[in-house]
């Protein structure tokens, strides 16, 4: 069994979207990475799968941040990614 981290849902880009995270699936903390130019800002949600959402946080150019998830039942949870250029979400597995 494979799983796909990107949801179908949203638009594949035509080119690489400057954001990392790891690891997937999650215990204690997960790493977001935003990786744009300084002066560009992002948003990040994290959604339940019916579309809950139960943090955000921002990120600008540059800025990595480790984002608890201790306080998450297990599930799976989607994480929105949003800047002026793009939308997209990924498939983030709570263990």
């Known amino acids: ?3 796909s981290s990107e949801l179908s849902a949203f638009e594949n880009l ?5 954001f990392a995270y790891y690891p ?3 215990t204690r903390h997960l790493q977001v990475k935003w ?6 800002r992002c948003t990040l ?5 019916t579309g809950v959402q139960v ?14 998830m201790d306080d998450l039942p297990e599930g799976i949870y989607v994480l929105i990614l949003t ?13």
């Open 45 to 49: 949600k994290l959604t339940t799968m």
């Open 55 to 68: 943090k955000q946080i921002f990120l600008d150019g540059g800025q990595e941040y480790s984002w608890p």
């Open 24 to 26: 997937n699936p999650v």
């Open 83 to 95: 800047s002026h250029a793009v939308q997209k979400g990924y498939k983030i597995i709570k263990i």
């Open 1 to 3: 069994m494979t799983f």
């Open 35 to 40: 990786t744009a130019d300084n002066r560009e």
């Open 14 to 18: 035509p080119y690489p979207v400057p």
